[in-house]
């Protein structure tokens, strides 16, 4: 047997002959459905992997809520294995109208808080999709130290914003939040938060 990526090759010695109906095995224990993407049949083995490894700067990425966001409005924002959904309809006057956060992250030395996105839904031009950082125990709204708005009105995948920290060097609350008006409509999902 010699290999290369994505290359198995499978030699008969000489002096060896194959009659009838033969097969040659090459034993690899790594070629295993848990080892190879969901959904991807590589070879007849279809994949079943959907985790991801954080890294150190992973704030939260495909299930793994490593910094523990919360949000108190489980309608609108559901953790789910490989992302965190949010849907929801706004409802009353301009306002925040969902949001998830998590207090105590330390930016020294970070240069950027990221976050990757999906907007799937959308059936009003009044609203926002936010990433803010605020000090510990503040509302998301106010008194922003950083944030950094997507037109929920424009549909997005796989879309990264960033919040630059050279001037936000402390212990910070980071969140998401939407700005809705009445009658807003959206879906998507949070894939990944890491600072960088």
């Known amino acids: 047997m010699s290999n290369w990526a994505g290359t198995i090759n499978l ?26 993407k969901k959904g991807v049949n590589i070879g007849g083995i279809v994949g079943t992997f959907e985790g991801y490894v954080p890294t150190a700067n992973d704030l939260y990425v495909r299930g793994n809520n490593i910094a523990g966001f919360t949000s108190t409005d489980r309608t609108n924002f559901s953790f789910e294995t490989g992302q965190i959904n949010y849907s929801g309809v706004g409802i009353g006057s301009w306002g925040s109208h969902a949001s998830m956060s998590v207090d105590n ?30 000090k510990p125990g503040a509302t998301l709204y106010n008194s922003q130290l950083g944030l950094v708005s997507h037109p929920a009105n424009t549909y997005v995948v796989d879309k990264v914003m960033s919040i630059p920290l050279s001037q936000i ?11 809705t008006k009445s009658g807003t409509s959206f879906d998507g999902a949070i894939q990944r938060i890491w600072l960088s």
């Open 11 to 36: 030699g008969i010695r000489n002096g060896h002959y194959l009659n009838g109906v033969n097969w040659i095995q090459a034993n690899i224990p790594e070629y295993q459905p848990w080892n190879i």
């Open 169 to 179: 060097q402390m212990v910070v609350k980071i969140g998401i939040y939407f700005y």
């Open 105 to 134: 992250i330390n930016l020294t030395g970070k240069s950027y808080l990221n976050i990757q996105f999906a907007l799937t839904k959308t059936d009003n031009s009044g609203e926002n999709f936010n990433l803010a950082i605020v």
